[in-house]
């Protein structure tokens, strides 16, 4: 089985996401950028990193923070998200099961899959995060997405584009490969993603069904 995370992956909402989400922590007096939110977040549970600033901080978040960042992603993915180029001609070719684990809520999993029109190779085998007890780097929601398909973690394959993701994977005793293709990877994307444990990376989902069947011995 092959697990895909979401953000970053299938859909190139790095870019997108962390602009929206350090505009709303700017607007309730937390001067949060982009960047920082990019290299302290991503890949992880947007509970987690709410957590993590409240405590960084020492103040709490307003009322309703969670849930307006939430509407706001939500709206702009409607109308702006992109698939990752060649996310669907990947998908196309891929037999076997395969299905979705992300940090993000499964309403948004769902909007990101809808919008692009990625939903239809996945339905319905989505996982959140949010339904696991700890998210991103621990195992859990890897594991949960095994689990539920009924596969063992040694037989599956984890598609993955952070540092957090790639040490899910190998904490949860999966393969990983890394993708380093998307719009908000950088230079060094790569040698991240290899010293957190990926045993490949790619730059271009093309090469994603190579890179699978050098895996599997084919």
């Known amino acids: ?18 602009a929206i989400v350090s505009q709303e922590f700017v607007r309730a007096g937390f001067p949060l950028t982009p ?8 890949g992880r549970r947007p509970a987690d990193m709410f957590a993590d600033v409240e405590l960084a901080t020492g103040r709490k978040l307003p009322d309703g923070f969670a ?3 939430a509407d706001s992603i939500l709206c702009r993915f409607r109308s702006e998200l992109c698939p990752t180029h060649h996310a669907a001609y990947a998908l196309s ?3 076997g099961p395969k299905c979705v684990a992300s940090s993000s809520s499964i309403e948004r999993i769902r909007v990101s899959l809808e ?23 621990a195992p859990d929601l890897l594991l949960h997405a095994a689990g ?4 063992e973690p040694g037989a599956c394959i984890v598609v993955e584009d952070s540092p957090v993701g790639v040490t899910a994977g190998v904490a949860a005793g ?3 490969i890394g993708f380093a293709g998307a719009s908000h990877a950088g230079s060094d994307t790569s040698d991240q993603l ?3 444990g990926a045993c490949d990376v790619i730059t271009d989902l093309r090469a994603l069904k190579r890179a699978i069947i050098d895996l599997r011995g084919w």
Do not use: H, Q
């Open 35 to 42: 960047d920082m939110i990019a290299r302290y977040f991503t």
């Open 194 to 196: 290899r010293a957190a």
């Open 174 to 176: 999966m393969t990983v």
């Open 148 to 151: 539920k398909m009924g596969v």
């Open 67 to 69: 849930a307006g960042v």
């Open 1 to 18: 089985m092959v697990i895909f995370d979401c953000n970053g992956v299938l859909v190139d909402s790095e870019p997108l996401a962390t």
């Open 93 to 95: 070719w891929l037999r």
């Open 115 to 137: 919008s692009t029109g990625l939903i239809r190779f996945f339905e319905p085998n989505l996982f959140s995060a949010s339904d696991v007890r700890n998210g991103k780097p």
